[in-house]
């Protein structure tokens, strides 16, 4: 087992940053695949950034240029660096751990809204 912790979210003007945080501990040597998800009202969860189980990075088009993600090289945190944050990405962003983006165990989410 795996356990996530998240932090970082908050409330935050356009054009303002944000850094979330996942703390993962336990079983940490299953963890291959480390990412950030994004879940807004009426929409469907979608990936934000990741290292995949090779360790290539996935950006969505829609952060591209304004975020960045970072792990250690231990595999037990990862960072999202949220810059230039618009509306649109007010949403309850969810750190994912496991063999592959997208499986494995999630955090509990932690809200972001962007607004003035």
């Known amino acids: 087992q795996v356990q996530l912790v998240e932090s970082g979210g908050g409330l935050v003007q356009p054009g303002g940053s944000l850094t979330l945080s996942c703390a993962a501990t336990?079983?940490?040597?299953?963890?291959?695949?480390m990412g950030w998800y994004r879940q807004a009202p009426g929409k469907q969860r979608e990936l934000v950034a990741g290292f995949n189980s090779g360790g290539a990075t996935t950006i969505a088009d829609s952060v591209k240029g304004r975020f960045t993600i970072a792990r250690n090289s231990a595999r037990n945190l990862v960072i999202l660096q949220m810059n230039s944050l618009k509306p649109e990405d007010t949403a309850v962003y969810y750190c994912n751990v496991g063999y592959s983006l997208g499986h494995g165990y999630w955090g509990q989410g932690t809200q972001v809204t962007v607004s003035s």
């Open positions: 336990g079983s940490i040597f299953s963890i291959y695949a």
